[in-house]
T-cell receptor
Framework: AQRVTQPEKLLSVFKGAPVELKCNYSYSGSPELFWYVQYSRQRLQLLLRHISRESIKGFTADLNKGETSFHLKKPFAQEEDSAMYYCALKLGGGSNYKLTFGKGTLLTVNP | GAVVSQHPSWVICKSGTSVKIECRSLDFQATTMFWYRQFPKQSLMLMATSNEGSKATYEQGVEKDKFLINHASLTLSTLTVTSAHPEDSSFYIC??????????????FGDGTRLSIL
């Protein structure tokens, strides 16, 4: 069965330090993965998707099929990065696709 | 662009009453809307997917008669929790995907509705 695991519920780093939020998935098909972010008192929003291979707000994530991982990384964390981060696995195609979310990691970047 | 409005943001009601939650796409046509439920410190769990003008597709374990979903237009979907009981208390979040761009259609999320049943 498909599953997304985020092993860390909480992650705390200091400003300027590197940060890595872990995400592992279980899926028999070809995975399509996303990172969503929810800032305090704001709605959930898409941060990045692996297919785009883009860097958003300094964050990158590489799909590693061998390790079934899609870890989110940023070399120098900023205080404004403090938020809840969810890793999600897309199932299906078209407009009826489903998203399976991990439990989320609360990132706190301390000054 | 791509704003999804969810209303109400918080509702408290007595056990046995029915509660309706609205989800609107304000600046795009939402061909598909999704309803999620989130328990404290848990992940978002997909409850159902609805396409405009069609019956919703419910996930396994979600009671269709308890959670009525209507997607009558391209900008509005409603979730009605019928005869709500304390165990239905939760955070309900909707999302919508539509025709904003070609190719991949991301889901745009509402702010969520906190439902408390006394």
């Amino acid at each position: 069965a498909q599953r997304v695991t985020q092993p860390e519920k909480l992650l705390s780093v200091f400003k300027g330090a590197p940060v890595e939020l872990k995400c592992n998935y279980s899926y028999s098909g070809s995975p399509e993965l996303f990172w969503y972010v929810q800032y305090s008192r704001q709605r959930l929003q898409l941060l990045l998707r692996h297919i785009s291979r883009e860097s958003i707000k300094g964050f990158t994530a590489d799909l590693n099929k061998g390790e079934t991982s899609f870890h989110l990384k940023k070399p120098f964390a900023q205080e404004e990065d403090s938020a809840m981060y969810y890793c999600a696995l897309k199932l299906g195609g078209g407009s009826n696709y489903k998203l399976t979310f991990g439990k989320g990691t609360l990132l706190t970047v301390n000054p | 662009g791509a704003v999804v409005s969810q209303h109400p943001s918080w509702v408290i009601c007595k056990s046995g009453t029915s509660v309706k939650i609205e989800c609107r796409s304000l600046d795009f046509q939402a061909t598909t809307m999704f309803w999620y439920r989130q328990f404290p410190k848990q992940s978002l769990m997909l409850m159902a997917t609805s396409n405009e003008g069609s019956k919703a597709t419910y996930e396994q374990g979600v009671e269709k008669d308890k959670f009525l979903i209507n997607h009558a237009s391209l900008t509005l979907s409603t979730l009605t929790v019928t005869s709500a009981h304390p165990e239905d208390s939760s955070f309900y979040i909707c999302s919508a995907s539509g025709t904003l761009s070609q190719g991949y259609q991301p889901q745009h999320f509402g702010d969520g509705t906190r439902l408390s049943i006394l």
